[in-house]
């Protein structure tokens, strides 16, 4: 391995590192929790909620203090409540709305939402398919060939005035 | 082949149309649209709220002038009320208080105040100095009444019909421009004596 190559992995698990840093550096809240499973679906949920007051960031790496309180309110709802992830999304959704979820359910107001970017793609790859499909084009006969070979011919004596591309011949 | 522009050439012998031509212009236009829509007519900083049109949540609160009587979603019913959550650390309710003020000075509508996240002492000097609108106030030192109303910061009113259903929601202050073409022809509908303000 070359110094550049091996600067260059340096470098790169550098920026790895401090990304893995920049995760874990969200706010922190002291809960206790029953379990080791509780605790990992508390994380999995205020991960999956999004900050009413911030347009994108979630529960979990938010500040705000409304972030603080639902986050506090989803550990009620977690530990002394007992409610189910279901139930809690559904809680939060009643209380917020679709904003606070970020796969918003599939109804008539979000369905360009969730069929546009497939929609997109349908399009683009009808584009490719109709230009792969394009037949090569045929050389000039050898007619045609003589025939261009002419009218280039006539082009250069009439000089540069004559008419640009596109422009009608009298 | 004279009388037919090259161009017209070209786009015969791809099978292309005239018409065809202005799909490019046609997408990029729509992409304008929807981008000016998407970002000029919708404030994505205002959430619409999930209560409009449903009932406003059952609640138990304290006073803010009296902590011992404690109050609950009942003893909004029977009239229409704006219920309006507030706290001395929001600047945009001190701007907002001079309109509650007249609105409650020349208007018959019921004024609830919910002081949201707020220190007692604080609020209690703050309605002696700028003046009461309010019928009462309910208190929610933690929030948790806020969370049940979907409230995400202050100020915000919501208003409710007799029966206690949340006819329309404000997010951010009610100032003379969003009483006039929002809060007034609400009240109208819901034949509260608006005045002549």
Redesign the interface.
């Known amino acids: 391995m070359s110094d550049l190559r091996r600067g260059r992995s340096a470098l790169l698990l550098g920026l790895l590192l401090s990304c893995a840093v920049a995760r874990g550096a969200g706010p922190v809240d002291v809960f206790q929790f029953d379990s080791a499973e509780q605790e990992a679906r508390y994380q999995a949920l205020v991960a999956e909620f999004r900050c009413p007051k911030c347009l994108n960031t979630n529960l979990a790496g938010s500040d705000a203090p409304i972030a603080e309180d639902l986050r506090r309110t989803v550990y009620r709802l977690l530990t002394r409540d007992g409610l189910s992830d279901k139930e809690i999304r559904a809680f939060m959704q009643e209380r917020y709305g679709d904003f606070v979820l970020y796969d918003p359910p599939f109804r008539p107001g979000t369905w360009l939402l969730w069929l546009g970017p497939p929609a997109f793609l349908l399009v683009g790859l009808l584009v490719l398919w109709r230009l792969l499909r394009q037949p090569p084009r045929e050389p000039l006969s050898s007619d045609e060939a003589a025939r261009l070979q002419q009218i280039l011919a006539e082009e250069g004596a009439a000089g540069p005035s004559g008419s640009g591309p596109g422009g009608t011949q009298p | 082949m004279?009388?037919v522009?090259?161009?017209a050439a070209w786009r015969r012998q791809?099978g292309i149309s005239r018409v065809s031509l202005f799909v490019p212009l046609g997408l990029f236009l729509l992409i304008v649209g929807i981008g000016y829509a998407g970002f000029k007519l919708n404030d994505?900083?205002v959430?619409?709220?999930?209560?409009l049109g449903k009932p406003f949540p059952d609640f138990s609160a304290t006073l803010l002038h009296e902590p011992e009587r404690v109050v609950h979603r009942d003893e909004l019913l029977g009239e229409p009320v704006l219920v309006n959550v507030w706290a001395t650390w929001c600047p945009t309710c001190k701007a907002e208080h001079a309109e509650l003020l007249r609105i409650s000075a020349r208007t018959g509508l019921r004024i609830v105040g919910v002081n949201y996240?707020d220190d007692r002492q604080q609020a209690l000097a703050w309605l002696r100095r700028y003046g009461d609108p309010y019928e009462y106030v309910l208190e929610d030192p933690?929030?948790?009444l806020?969370?049940?109303?979907?409230v995400?910061?202050a100020p915000e009113s919501f208003l409710l019909d007799a029966s206690g259903t949340v006819v329309y929601k404000r997010v951010g202050d009610i100032n003379p421009r969003v009483w006039r073409d929002e809060l007034a022809p609400q009240l109208a509908r819901l034949g509260v004596e608006a005045g002549d303000v």
């Not at chain 2, 959430?47 to 209560?51: D, I």
């Not at chain 2, 806020?146 to 979907?150: A, F, H, N, R, T």
């Open positions: 004279s009388g522009s090259p161009g791809r994505p900083h959430l619409p709220s999930a209560l996240k933690d929030g948790s806020g969370v049940e109303l979907g995400y910061g």
